[in-house]
């Protein structure tokens, strides 16, 4: 089976641009999270979603991050506009229940300039 | 809030000396407590996963334990190739206490 698919793996931008990183999750998990890490932070939740409905975007930075969820299958995250403190590996991560391991994506690894 | 504490922060051993690594927890009704490896430029891989105090789970050299506040991660005569950050997590049962991963031990196996 294929794990979570993320992409693209490395992005380099420049400051003011905007950044989509996408998602695809594995078959058949409802819950789909997406994380932040940085060497200072560690592994940071940024939003959830449960059946394609964002459930807790509490970890979402500020209003230049957004998440959507279309369908059950694509998910992605907007910066806009992209900061360099924004630089860090954002992971993707999915689950099929709540208390259920998650498994996650190889990250997206993204500099800002 | 829940917290989750992890030591030592990094970690040395020989090929073949056996340490154990910390994971400390608060959390209000544990639903679950996982640990994962993560190799540098790479995502985070899932070990085990631990419901209730008194369960141990084993793979490889590898021996999970919990109790009612922490875990530990047993590494039993280590080899270079066990080198990684081992990260561990907690999911709380009430509404909202999402995945909440601790900060890391960086273990190093010298050959």
């Known amino acids: 089976d294929a794990g979570v698919i993320q992409s693209p793996r490395h992005e380099v931008t420049e400051m003011g641009q905007e950044v989509t990183l996408r998602c695809k999750p594995i078959?058949?998990?409802?819950?789909l999270f997406w994380y932040r890490q940085t060497m200072m932070r560690g592994l940071e939740l940024l939003i959830y979603f449960n059946n394609n409905v964002p459930i807790d975007d509490s970890g979402m930075p500020e209003d230049r991050f957004s998440a959507k969820m279309p369908n059950a299958s694509f998910s992605t995250l907007k910066i806009q506009p992209s900061e360099p403190r924004d630089s860090a590996v954002y992971f993707c991560a999915s689950s099929f229940k709540r208390g259920a391991s998650i498994y996650f994506g190889e990250g997206s690894w993204l500099t800002v300039v | 809030e829940d917290q989750v504490t992890q030591s030592p922060e990094a970690l040395r051993l020989q090929e073949g000396e056996s340490s154990s690594l910390n994971c400390s927890y608060t959390?209000?009704?544990?639903?679950?407590l996982f640990w994962y490896r993560q190799d540098p430029g790479k995502g985070p891989e899932f070990l085990f996963t631990?419901?209730?105090a008194g369960e141990e789970k084993e793979k490889e050299r590898l021996k999970a334990t919990l109790t009612k506040k922490e875990s530990f991660l047993h590494i039993t005569a280590p080899k270079p190739e066990d080198s990684a950050t081992y990260l561990c997590a907690v999911e709380g049962n009430n509404y909202g206490q999402n995945f909440v991963f601790g900060p890391g031990t960086r273990l190093s196996v010298l050959p």
């Open positions: 959390v209000s009704g544990l639903r679950g």
């Open positions: 078959s058949g998990h409802d819950y």
């Open positions: 631990l419901y209730s």
